[in-house]
Structures are given as structure tokens and as C-alpha cells.
């Protein structure tokens, strides 16, 4: 099922034993456009500028209606994991290393969105952690969706809006479209979704996306309707459309 991401900013992040804390952010990678982090606001009982990232490797069952993500860790074993500061940089050997101390199989195995496997919870089974060789390609960075909200959007003719939310893909975790808000660049303009499969190119210095769709079909595709998400036909339409 399709979600916002605007919209799971509001879930608790809840261990096995208490409360982690809200969502603050997701951190996504770039070559598939899949998050691999939770990001929780730990204020209440982590000191110091800490950052602590969940993998969604970690997640049980959500709990939609209770707006709450079920987190298989303990407060204190989220507390020993291995410190990262809040603005320090996720290098591909920080990964590693947290990926050893929770014992999961590296995501990045292969060209798949889980390794071999369609969605990431399978990748707990410590036994696929055996086969944990294979060392993180250097062009596949994380990123932030607060970071990357507001990036302008440029279609192959005109610049068209800027990016207001993404797009979530539950069974998965990928993100299937990006929400646009085209009203500062067309008249009578609204919020629109794109493939991010439409994707040509990202500038992260000037913080824009170029997509290979012109403005015109951008502003004709099915509208963009968070009620419809529960609706299978909807993302039917926008698979079609692009």
C-alpha cells in the first residue's frame, strides 16, 4: 500500500521494552531510492547530540490505525550501538560496523531492493550474516527526506515545482513517487506526483532533480489524492500514466 511520509512523521518508534521516540526523519539511498533508516527523536532518555539510526531490517508488523512502528531491540541495545554523532556523516564503514553489532545481513549484497529478498525483514536471520563479504559501493550514499524536501524540480522543458513529499511503498519500503508542489510555477497549479523511476539526474549541490517528462504531462497525470491511497485502482492509473 501507497503512504505519505508526511504522514509517518507522526509514529512512534516503540522497543520492545518502551518508547524509542517519534520519527524525525528517513535516510534513503540513492541507486534504488529505498529507506533504510528510521531516524528518532531520543531527546527524552539519550543524552548528549547523538544520532540513532533504526533499520527497517528491525521493524515488526506496523500498526497503522495506532500510528506506531513496532521496533524488535531493546532501549538498551539501541543505547550500545555504535555512537554516531547528530551531524556526522554516515560513512559506508559506520554500515558495517552496525550492521555487525546487530548481527543483520548486509542490504547491499547485490542489485536487489533486500538482498534477494523483496522486502527487508528476512535480512534479521543471522545466519544470512555469514555471507556478509561483499563491501558497500562507494556511489550509493544515504540521504535525508528533510534534506531532499524543497529541492526544486525540473521537467525536460521548464522547471515545474519542488519536491513537498515522497511517496511509500509499505511491502517494500521504496519510495514509489515524489509529491510536487507546482503552485509557485503554474497557474492554477497543484500537487502532483512523478516515478521516481522518471528520475535523470540529481544535482545535490544545487538541490534539484531533473525528470525526462516534460511540464505538460506532469501537470495531466491522475491527481494526486492521499484519500485514494487504500484504493489498489489508484496506483494502477499512476503506474500506467508512467
Not at 11 to 28: A, E, N, R, S, V
Not at 55 to 76: A, C, G, H
Not at 144 to 172: C, M, P
Request: charged content about 25%; some cysteine.
Amino acid at each position: 500500500m501507497l503512504r505519505s511520509l508526511n504522514e509517518l512523521m507522526r509514529f512512534q518508534l516503540q522497543g520492545i521494552d518502551t518508547k524509542i521516540g517519534l520519527c524525525k526523519y528517513f535516510l534513503f539511498d540513492d541507486k534504488l531510492w529505498v529507506i533504510r533508516y528510521i531516524v528518532p527523536d531520543t531527546k527524552k532518555w539519550l543524552c548528549g547530540e547523538r544520532k540513532i539510526l533504526i533499520s527497517t531490517i528491525s521493524l515488526q508488523e506496523p500498526q497503522w490505525e495506532q500510528y506506531k512502528f513496532p521496533v524488535d531491540l531493546t532501549q538498551q541495545k539501541i543505547k550500545n550501538s555504535p555512537p554516531l554523532e547528530e551531524h556526522q556523516q554516515i560513512s559506508h564503514e559506520y554500515e558495517t560496523t552496525l550492521f555487525q553489532f546487530y548481527g543483520y545481513a548486509y542490504y547491499w549484497m547485490n542489485e536487489g531492493l533486500w538482498r534477494t529478498s523483496p522486502s527487508p525483514k528476512p535480512l534479521v536471520d543471522t545466519r544470512l550474516s555469514k555471507d556478509n563479504t561483499q563491501i558497500k559501493s562507494e556511489d550509493w550514499h544515504l540521504h535525508s527526506t528533510n534534506d531532499v524536501k524543497k529541492f526544486e524540480i525540473y521537467a525536460k522543458d521548464q522547471k515545474i515545482g519542488h519536491i513537498e513529499d515522497f511517496i511509500l511503498n509499505d511491502d517494500n519500503w521504496t519510495i514509489s513517487y515524489i509529491v510536487i508542489d507546482t503552485r509557485n510555477w503554474a497557474p492554477g497549479g497543484r500537487k502532483v506526483l512523478i516515478s521516481h523511476k522518471c528520475i535523470e539526474a540529481v544535482n545535490w549541490t544545487d538541490c534539484s532533480i531533473t525528470v525526462n517528462v516534460n511540464a505538460e504531462k506532469i501537470m495531466e497525470n491522475p491527481p494526486f489524492d492521499l484519500e485514494r491511497f487504500i484504493d489498489p485502482e489508484y496506483e494502477n492509473e499512476l503506474r500506467k500514466y508512467y
